[in-house]
């Protein structure tokens, strides 16, 4: 009976034995899996993954609290907490051991700094023991990839939970340090000069054209526009106000000036030597020829469309004859089949046309070429030199506008 009981306790014994090593077996099992597929590229690839949950600037304070399954401390709050949550989601539950030597730092280790008062966990080690890492209650958020150098900033402890071999060293060289910022001043020399504007009624803005040497800079990010005075006839400004790393202001004046593009046209035709009358032109277009020695003989011009009443009258200078009397309205200056050429030319304008209107008018003559602009009446030609002329160009310009060309040399008299 004593055997038969002995034997039923050493059976027990071993099958006790037998479920003890097969229960140690399966829970360490899973830690030998993971340790084995554990890589610093896993690690840090882990932990960036949960930004999108834990994202920058996400408040997290001590309020925030958290369980952790690697031992040591239960749990966390606060920093400590975050910190846990990332070591977790990368390490599960293998314990971690405390390490006092900030030499042995790696990534996915918790570190314990600012003289034991605040933790964090390294996403990335540099040279010089740098080490870049995201943490909890950064000023009451979550902050990622701050960059602290462990040999100066309050260093306590550090927790791995690397398994003994799985570590593969990982250096890497301390990014570049940005440039410092460059800081210019906005002057008048960036700025484009803007053209004379035509007065609409309305508020004008004109393009305006900002550089730094062949820099073009960008209005709203470099500089904003300000419009001063710029609905009415006169002169207006625009200042440039700098932004971001354009500080300061300088100003560009403007000129607004009257509308003078003219709402009624004048036509004109030549009788020249040889082709007889050329057909009707008008607003500058050239009547006649130059360039090949042939005379003017008459010439007709009428307005062909008004904006008010009045017309326009004439006379031309004729070889033999000297100056016609004033004609209008597209009747004939000149001859036809006497083989006389004109030498010069006068215009003007009649009734409200005249007080709303300039006609401006210059001659194609005879070894001179082209001469100045005469306006209103005025003499253009040659007078004494026996001159033809071969080319005529007559516009209208709203009273007191700009002239078309210099204005000087339109008659030529003989000395």
Not at 276 to 286: E, R
Not at 287 to 295: E, L
Not at 318 to 342: F, H, I, M
Request: charged content about 20%; glycine content about 10%.
């Amino acid at each position: 009976m004593k055997t038969e009981m002995k034997h039923k306790r050493i059976t027990s014994l071993i099958v006790t034995m037998c479920m003890f090593v097969t229960l140690f077996i399966t829970c360490a099992a899973p830690v030998e899996v993971r340790a084995k597929e554990l890589s610093i590229n896993i690690a840090r690839e882990t932990m960036l993954s949960m930004k999108s949950q834990y994202p920058e600037g996400m408040r997290w304070t001590n309020d925030d609290f958290y369980a952790w399954k690697g031992g040591y401390f239960s749990g966390g709050y606060g920093c400590a907490g975050f910190a846990f949550i990332l070591s977790d989601a990368v390490f599960d539950d293998i314990k971690c051991t405390i390490d006092y030597d900030y030499t042995h730092v790696r990534v996915g280790d918790i570190v314990r700094l600012n003289d034991n008062t605040h933790s964090v966990i390294v996403l990335k080690v540099y040279e010089n023991y740098v080490v870049e890492v995201a943490e909890g209650n950064y000023g009451g958020t979550i902050h990622w990839g701050r960059m602290i150098d462990l040999k100066d900033c309050g260093f306590s402890y550090l927790m791995t939970r690397w398994p003994a071999g799985t570590y593969s060293e990982e250096i890497s060289k301390l990014p570049e340090p940005e440039p410092e910022p460059v800081y210019t001043q906005i002057t008048q020399s960036m700025i484009s000069t803007i053209p004379d504007c035509t007065y609409t009624g309305s508020e004008i803005r004109p393009f305006v054209s900002v550089k730094n040497g062949s820099q073009i800079l960008q209005e709203g990010k470099d500089y904003v526009l300000e419009f001063h005075d710029n609905i009415y006839e006169g002169t207006a400004v625009v200042f440039v106000l700098g932004r971001g790393y354009y500080y300061g202001y300088s100003y560009r004046l403007f000129n607004i000036v009257a509308d003078t593009t003219p709402t009624a046209d004048i036509s004109y035709r030549t009788y020249v030597q040889t082709y007889g009358w050329t057909p009707f032109v008008k607003d500058k277009s050239t009547s006649g020829t130059y360039a090949q020695a042939k005379r003017l003989e008459s010439l007709q011009v009428k307005l062909t469309k008004k904006d008010c009443a009045g017309g326009v009258s004439y006379r031309t200078y004729v070889q033999t004859y000297g100056w016609l009397p004033w004609v209008s309205n597209g009747a004939n200056s000149g001859t036809k089949g006497e083989s006389k050429r004109l030498e010069a030319m006068q215009l003007k304008l009649t009734g409200n046309m005249s007080a709303k209107y300039d006609v401006y008018y210059r001659v194609h003559a005879q070894t001179y070429g082209w001469l100045g602009w005469a306006k209103n009446g005025a003499a253009a030609g040659t007078a004494g030199l026996s001159k033809r002329l071969e080319a005529v160009q007559i516009v209208l310009v709203k009273k007191g506008g700009k002239a078309p060309g210099k204005t000087t040399g339109a008659y030529v008299k003989k000395q």
